[in-house]
């Protein structure tokens, strides 16, 4: 299909170019504030860059938010990965949706509390489990859904055609189903991992002695105000994270074979 | 020839055997032992924070360390940790704005204090001056005759005005003048600014209030309607409820008058803005934080003396002089002496600002005005009526 | 044959199991609660509506009708934006430049939710930037007083925050749509707009589903744009649940949450009647079923 570089394809780009640069809009002000001096009237200062590492309780929450992010990107993608195949074996599919998505329809304090109550009756009392379950749970359904709308494009017929070829199940999922839904699990791993580091009221509720940058931030903003230092931490995030977009698109990442031109969809 | 094909399923469930067997070695480490040796564990709202700097306490604990958790100030946010979260286990000590003792105690979830383990609890002077048996002091350390809390700051607020819009102002009637009409906010929080306008109301002999720490409903909804008919009238700009929203609203001047904390004011001022905490004919609404000691019948006696040992340090001078310092309140009569002696711990500057603030805060102590009430015997009332003027 | 079944069904079984466990059952203490009376600040176990009658009476159902009304609008504006520029990226545009793209949408969303409601206000205020170019450029005389502490304001925070959220799934089930069947679809005669309405549009029904879902329970659910970014006193329901919580009123608390999930399951019941199961699963359903 040739791409028509018309004057439309021109003001698409500009209207697409637009809406980001909106959404970007409000990463100024931190990247701002993290560089501007304690005293008004003073030159830009990188000092809270270091100030951050030195702050003992930020570093620790630092600490616990990358490791949970990570456990519940895994965790969630896995899981929905698994919810995605039971709609499609068992024969309710509408109900297992509908059961998976149930965190979603649930107020976020309401479901801390009750977890956490849950947790209390049961006796587990593991803090990082307890806030990487919840955080899990959360993302979970966010994370069915992506793998499912990957999946309703997925003819199943392929899985027969490979089945027919003498493919046990794994093999057929592995070399035919997840190549071309590898969009979705890495969509729901990278929406799980924005999900875990933004999520807040529950992890409160859970985190007994441990700290995360939500919480810690959620505490300080309301009593103290937010430091320069948190601000510093976000203004590297973001810089490490576009970093890693522009080492995507120059190193030339590696092409998925829908864009090799393998796929049977005829794109 | 896609590139995982490479893979077999061996590789799959070595990869997740590996993934589950680091998850659970993960899980397994117990939080608080991340730290090496004793910690105590202390959950605080972030205003007790001293900069991260535990050391003078370690010294002077036997090598024990402190473990800071920040969380939320709200009831709904101590009472779910405490009850739900595991937090009488997981915390040794809980550093909030006290006059929740109620609800801690009835859940039990803290303990009575025993004062002869607390030597520096006779040296400060504001304990018996403001917070002695039988007076509203009291309520925010103590519940029903017992001690349970230590207390470790001390305010008395009022409300901060920016002096170039609107002249010197010296009464909550500003918050109310159609003259600022738009360019006023106000806390979310019915036990802070409800008291505030209930106390203005009965000075302006606007309504007919008792207490205006302990409302009656009848009372408490003519506040509120007085605060309905502002709001519809367009008085109010926001009601804020967060320190760094408060701090944005005067630093960006996005509003003339604001019933705010002074903290906020100090903030303001270090960023070059001209704003002024205002001393009303009313009075001051007052206010403590308390730290307080988690019920855990299966903590180790060592740990409930390092627990005692941390409650004694924020009771010191040092601890004192650096929340001072670092958050504008004041904290123990000790703080400011302490500074002045450590020259080498806090400059010259930095200790008379200490002296300044102590000197203020006592000030306002001394002049009165009303003790904020945060369980009056009608919360429920308070709280379904603050939703009404929120919803109006 | 055990093994084999059990091989086969322990994978698809582990999310359900999970489920269960973690959302359900918390979820039926949850509902169990609402029905709970309350002695003085003391919650005792009985079967009563007198939670339920002091929501339905109250202010809080006014905060109920506007999260949802708030909800509704952020997820249709934000439809809007998002299925064209999906459509962009899956049709018009390399799938490099296309994931390029979608990477740059989630940039942001690494950044805490607070710090970026913040963020907006600094713009949007009086003192803004917004309205410090308005009135430079000579646009305006006056700061723009709605721009902030708004309905307009808690929509901009909304909707900016949802985006990636609705973009990716659209872009996901537009960009498998085979395109052999809008080839067929122009071979047979239909011009482009007549084949996108009977042919792109319900076939990518599925992500308009995830992407609605998303963004209506995620407005729903917020608690920190409307308090720093609404008017005055604005809320939402996870304002006033924790309002409630603040004075102990659990079974009140449990109430509204049961309230809030019924509304929900109701919507999604809607939608399944609505329909096929076919228009949202896709071909995740057998042939047959």
């Given at each position: 299909m040739?791409?028509r ?7 698409s780009w500009?209207?697409?170019?637009a809406v980001?640069?909106v959404i970007?809009l409000?990463?100024?002000p931190?990247?701002l504030?993290?560089?501007?001096p304690a005293?008004?009237g ?15 309780v ?8 990358l ?9 969630a993608?896995i899981l ?5 195949m039971a709609?499609?074996s068992?024969r309710?599919p509408?109900f ?6 149930l ?7 309401s479901m ?7 947790f209390?009756l049961?006796g587990f ?5 307890k ?6 749970a959360w993302?979970?359904?966010f994370?069915?859904?992506?793998v499912?709308?990957a ?5 199943p017929?392929?899985?027969e055609a490979?089945?027919?070829s003498?493919?046990?199940r ?6 035919v189903e ?6 979705g699990i890495?969509?729901?791993a990278?929406?799980?991992l ?12 859970v985190?007994?002695?441990?700290n ?5 931030i959620?505490?300080?903003y ?6 320069p230092a ?17 080492a ?13 031109g ?6 | ?17 590996a ?10 480490i117990?939080?608080?032992?991340r730290?090496a040796?004793g ?12 900069g991260?700097?535990?050391s003078?306490f370690?010294k002077a604990?036997?090598?024990?360390n402190v ?13 779910n940790v ?5 937090g009488?286990?997981s ?16 859940n ?7 004062t ?13 001056e403001?917070l ?6 009291f309520n925010?350390i103590?519940y029903?005759?017992k ?9 008395g607020d009022s ?7 609107t002249?010197p ?7 109310f003048?159609p ?5 006023v906010?106000?806390?979310?929080n019915y036990?802070t600014?409800?008291q505030k ?8 002999n606007l309504?007919?209030i008792?207490n205006p720490a302990?409302?009656?409903?009848e009372e408490?909804?003519t ?18 409820s967060?320190f ?6 005067i ?23 001209n704003?002024?905490y ?12 308390a730290a ?6 299966k ?18 001078g040092w601890?004192g002089a650096?929340i001072?310092l670092?958050r ?13 002696a450590?020259p080498d711990?806090?400059?010259a500057e ?5 002296a ?10 001394a002049q009165?005005g009303?003790?904020q009430n945060r369980?009056?015997?009608h919360?429920?009332v308070y709280?379904?009526?603050?939703a ?5 | ?7 086969r069904?322990a ?7 999970f ?10 203490l ?16 009985a ?6 009658e002091?929501f339905?009476?109250g202010?809080?159902l006014?905060?109920f009708e506007r ?5 509704i ?6 439809l809007?934006?998002?299925?064209p520029?999906?459509?962009f990226l899956?049709f018009?545009v ?7 793209v ?5 940039v942001p969303?690494l950044?805490?939710?607070i ?13 803004g ?8 450029s000579?646009?305006t005389?006056?700061p723009?007083d709605?721009?902030?502490?708004s309905d ?9 925050s ?9 872009w ?12 067929a ?10 084949t ?5 549009l ?7 589903f995830?992407?609605?879902?998303f963004?209506f329970?995620g ?10 970014m ?7 329901m ?18 509204i949450?049961?309230?809030v ?6 919507l999604?019941?809607?939608?399944y009647?609505?329909?096929d199961?076919?228009a ?10």
């Amino acid at each position: 299909m040739p791409r028509r570089r018309s004057a439309t394809w021109f003001v698409s780009w500009c209207g697409l170019i637009a809406v980001l640069f909106v959404i970007y809009l409000p990463l100024v002000p931190p990247i701002l504030f993290s560089v501007t001096p304690a005293e008004p009237g003073g030159m830009l200062t990188l000092q809270w860059y270091l100030a951050l590492w030195r702050d003992p309780v930020l570093v620790s929450a630092i600490g616990t938010s990358l490791e949970v992010g990570i456990v519940v990107a895994a965790a969630a993608t896995i899981l929905g990965l698994g919810a995605a195949m039971a709609i499609r074996s068992l024969r309710v599919p509408r109900f297992v949706l509908a059961l998976m998505l149930l965190p979603l329809f649930v107020p976020g304090v309401s479901m801390g509390l009750a977890t956490a109550l849950f947790f209390r009756l049961a006796g587990f009392e593991v803090s990082f489990a307890k806030i990487a379950i919840v955080q899990t749970a959360w993302a979970l359904p966010f994370a069915t859904l992506i793998v499912v709308t990957a999946m309703s494009t997925f003819d199943p017929v392929y899985l027969e055609a490979a089945y027919v070829s003498g493919a046990g199940r794994w093999r057929a999922f592995v070399d035919v189903e997840l190549p071309l839904i590898r969009s979705g699990i890495s969509g729901a791993a990278t929406f799980s991992l924005i999900l875990s580091f933004n999520e807040t009221i529950r992890t409160a509720v859970v985190q007994g002695p441990l700290n995360t940058v939500q919480t810690y931030i959620w505490s300080t903003y309301k009593q103290v105000g937010l430091s320069p230092a948190l601000y510093a931490l976000m203004s590297l995030l973001i810089l490490l994270t576009v970093a890693l977009v522009a080492a995507f698109v120059v190193g030339g990442a590696r092409t998925s074979p829908a864009a090799s031109g393998v796929n049977p969809r005829g794109r | 020839m896609n590139s995982l094909s490479i893979w077999t399923r061996r590789d799959f469930v070595r990869i997740g055997l590996a993934s589950a067997g680091a998850a659970s070695a993960w899980a397994a480490i117990p939080g608080t032992a991340r730290a090496a040796g004793g910690t105590v564990n202390f959950a605080d709202i972030g205003v007790g924070d001293p900069g991260g700097d535990w050391s003078l306490f370690t010294k002077a604990a036997n090598g024990w360390n402190v473990n800071l958790v920040a969380i939320g100030n709200a009831p709904s946010a101590i009472l779910n940790v405490l009850v739900a979260g595991g937090g009488t286990a997981s915390y040794d000590v809980i550093n909030i704005v006290g006059g929740m003792q109620k609800p801690l105690v009835d859940n039990d979830l803290i303990e009575p204090l025993d004062t002869t383990r607390l030597p520096a609890w006779s040296r400060d002077r504001n304990i018996a001056e403001f917070l002695g048996k039988g007076t509203p002091g009291f309520n925010f350390i103590g519940y029903q005759d017992k001690l349970y809390g230590v207390p470790t700051v001390l305010q008395g607020d009022s409300f901060a005005f920016l002096p170039e819009k609107t002249g010197p102002l010296d009464s909550y009637a500003a918050l109310f003048d159609p003259k600022f009409k738009g360019y006023v906010a106000l806390e979310d929080n019915y036990t802070t600014a409800g008291q505030k306008t209930a106390l203005y109301l009965k000075h302006a002999n606007l309504a007919k209030i008792e207490n205006p720490a302990d409302m009656t409903p009848e009372e408490l909804k003519t506040v509120v309607d007085f605060l309905v008919e502002q709001k519809r009238k367009g008085q109010f700009r926001v009601i804020w409820s967060s320190f760094q929203q408060a701090v944005d609203l005067i630093v960006n001047k996005e509003v003339y008058v604001i019933d705010c904390w002074e903290p906020m004011v100090f903030v303001a001022k270090s960023k070059g803005v001209n704003a002024v905490y205002a001393d009303p004919k009313e009075g001051y609404l007052l206010w403590a934080m308390a730290a307080y000691l988690t019920k855990n019948p299966k903590r180790s006696a060592e740990a409930t003396q390092a627990a005692y040992a941390l409650l004694d340090f924020m009771l010191g001078g040092w601890y004192g002089a650096k929340i001072t310092l670092l958050r504008g309140y004041m904290t123990n009569t000790d703080a400011p002496d302490y500074a002045k002696a450590h020259p080498d711990q806090f400059p010259a500057e930095g200790a008379e600002k200490v002296a300044a603030i102590t000197a203020n805060v006592h000030r306002k102590f001394a002049q009165g005005g009303t003790w904020q009430n945060r369980w009056p015997k009608h919360v429920d009332v308070y709280e379904t009526e603050w939703a009404r003027f929120k919803a109006a | 044959m055990l093994r084999r079944l059990l091989a086969r069904w322990a994978f698809p079984a582990l999310p359900i199991g999970f489920a269960v466990v973690f959302v359900v059952l918390p979820l039926a203490l949850t509902i169990a609660v609402s029905f709970w009376t309350r002695v003085g600040l003391v919650v005792r176990p009985a079967f009563t509506f007198t939670s339920y009658e002091a929501f339905f009476a109250g202010a809080r159902l006014l905060v109920f009708e506007r999260s949802f009304l708030a909800s509704i609008e952020a997820t249709v504006l934000g439809l809007l934006l998002a299925y064209p520029i999906a459509y962009f990226l899956a049709f018009k545009v390399s799938p490099r430049a296309a994931r390029t793209v979608l990477l740059l949408f989630t940039v942001p969303f690494l950044v805490n939710y607070i710090i970026r409601a913040f963020a907006w206000t600094w713009l949007l205020g009086r003192t803004g930037l917004i309205n410090t170019l308005l009135m430079a450029s000579g646009l305006t005389n006056e700061p723009l007083d709605w721009l902030l502490y708004s309905d307009v304001a808690v929509l901009i925070g909304l909707v900016t925050s949802y985006m990636p959220f609705m973009i990716f799934p659209l872009w996901l089930s537009l960009s498998g749509i085979d395109r052999r069947l809008i080839q067929a679809s122009w071979m047979l005669g239909a011009p482009p707009a007549r084949t996108f309405l009977r042919v792109t549009l319900p076939l990518s029904l599925p992500g308009v589903f995830a992407a609605s879902i998303f963004a209506f329970v995620g407005c729903f659910g917020e608690s920190a744009i409307p308090v720093i970014m609404g008017g005055v006193g604005y809320q939402m329901m996870g304002n006033s649940i924790a309002s409630a919580m603040d004075v102990l009123n659990y079974p009140l608390a449990a109430a509204i949450s049961t309230v809030v999930l019924a509304a929900m399951m109701s919507l999604l019941l809607v939608w399944y009647l609505a329909f096929d199961a076919r228009a949202f699963l896709g071909m995740i359903l057998r042939p047959g079923k």
